[in-house]
């Protein structure tokens, strides 16, 4: 079966760095489109970045680009989300999530997620 288990969240300073990790098993890595979602309580999930299949394309939100970089790793089906920079409003849950077709910013479009890892930045 599908899944997706993130790692790396934790407390840091504003101005500091978290390197998030996502492993894949149960389906194609290399087949799909991948993204980092965020969530914060009473919030919708949105979207962070997205990256294709052939790591040929990256996408990101306004509001971590220049901070944040996504990448992947097809060899060890791993999807990977370098945060620089940090600023406490980067507060929340961050997930990753498979795309079921092509690139898409909309949570919608995604049909496996992970749990979750919490990244918390203090002022």
Not at 23 to 28: I, P
């Amino acid at each position: 079966q599908v899944q997706l288990v993130e790692s790396g969240g934790g407390l840091v300073q504003a101005g500091g760095s978290l390197r998030l990790s996502c492993a894949a098993s149960g389906f194609t890595f290399s087949s799909y489109n991948m993204a980092w979602f965020r969530q914060t309580p009473g919030k919708e999930r949105e979207f962070v970045a997205a990256i294709s299949w052939n790591v040929g394309n990256t996408y990101y939100a306004d509001s971590v680009k220049g901070r944040f970089t996504i990448s992947r790793d097809n060899a060890r089906k791993t999807v990977y989300l370098q945060m620089n920079s940090l600023k406490p409003e980067d507060t929340a849950v961050y997930y990753c999530a498979r795309d079921s077709g092509g690139i898409s910013f909309s949570r919608r479009e995604y049909d496996y997620w992970g749990q979750g890892t919490q990244v918390t930045v203090s002022s």
